[in-house]
Nanobody, 122 residues
Framework: QVQLVESGGGLAQAGGSLTLSCAAS????????MAWFRQAPGKDREFVAV????????SYADSVKGRFTISRDNAKNTAYLRMNILRPEDTAVYYC???????????????WGQGTQVTVSS
C-alpha cells in the first residue's frame, strides 16, 4: 500500500505559478512511476504529467507542455508539479498517482491521493 497526500493548491492569477507536492508513505516510493492528473467540473479526469521511477524520463499532456514541470525527490518520498504561466483553463482538482509503469492512462495507477484544488482567475 502507498498513501499519497497532495498539497500546494490554491488560488492564482493567470500568468502566475504554483507548485504542488505529493508526499508518499508506505511502500518504497522509488518503486513507482508518479503521475499527476486533473479533473475540472463536469469533465473527465485527464492526464497531466508522469515521471519515471528514477526521475530520468518524463512526459506531458500537450496542454501543459512547456509550462508545467514534474519532478521527484526519492530521498524525501515526494513528487512535485511546478506550474508556470497558469491559465483559467488549468482550474481543476489535481491528483497525484503511483503506478508500476510510466503511463498516461488512469487505469495504470493503483494509488491515488485525495486531490488538491487549483483555481486560476483571469
Amino acid at each position: 500500500q502507498v498513501q499519497l497526500v497532495e498539497s500546494g493548491g490554491g488560488l492564482a492569477q493567470a500568468g502566475g505559478s504554483l507548485t504542488l507536492s505529493c508526499a508518499a508513505s508506505g511502500r518504497t516510493f522509488s518503486l513507482y512511476a508518479m503521475a499527476w492528473f486533473r479533473q475540472a467540473p463536469g469533465k473527465d479526469r485527464e492526464f497531466v504529467a508522469v515521471i519515471s521511477r528514477g526521475g530520468g524520463a518524463s512526459s506531458y499532456a500537450d496542454s501543459v507542455k512547456g509550462r508545467f514541470t514534474i519532478s521527484r525527490d526519492n530521498a524525501k518520498n515526494t513528487a512535485y508539479l511546478r506550474m508556470n504561466i497558469l491559465r483559467p483553463e488549468d482550474t481543476a482538482v489535481y491528483y497525484c498517482a503511483a503506478g508500476a509503469t510510466v503511463s498516461g492512462t488512469r487505469e495504470s495507477y493503483d494509488y491515488w491521493g485525495q486531490g488538491t484544488q487549483v483555481t486560476v482567475s483571469s
